[in-house]
């Protein structure tokens, strides 16, 4: 499997999720900056953000930004937890599957009403 620095890419031995990305324990700066990377992109102008906005256009914006990065740590934590617990559990084949069939289902919903 393709090495780089700490970072174990496919094959890491789990087989599905568990192996598609293994942390093994050598530079977590690469880490760190690919979740910090991702994280970043996927919450620009997501409604929660647009929603912070407002809160901190009327109320305090320290306890707004205090508030929002607790909130989202604690989401992000729980994420990164039960993404480890499904990972050993769930193959990767089955998650895209149902994935796909969801965003499936999603998709022929809005072809036939409205929001």
Request: charged residues 10%; aromatic residues 10%; hydrophobic residues 45%.
């Amino acid at each position: 499997a393709p090495s780089s620095g700490g970072v174990v890419v496919g094959g890491g031995g789990g087989g599905g999720m568990s192996g598609a990305l293994s942390y093994s324990g050598g530079t977590w700066e690469k880490v760190f900056l690919q979740s910090l990377t991702l994280t970043f992109v996927a919450e620009w102008g997501d409604r929660s953000q647009i929603a912070t906005i407002a809160l901190a256009a009327s109320r305090d914006p320290y306890g707004v930004t205090l508030g929002g990065c607790l909130g989202h740590s604690a989401c992000t934590g729980m994420a990164v937890l039960g993404g480890r617990m499904l990972a050993s559990r769930i193959s990767e084949r089955a998650v895209t599957f149902w994935g796909g069939m969801t965003f499936g289902v999603f998709g022929l919903h809005s072809l036939f009403f409205e929001a």
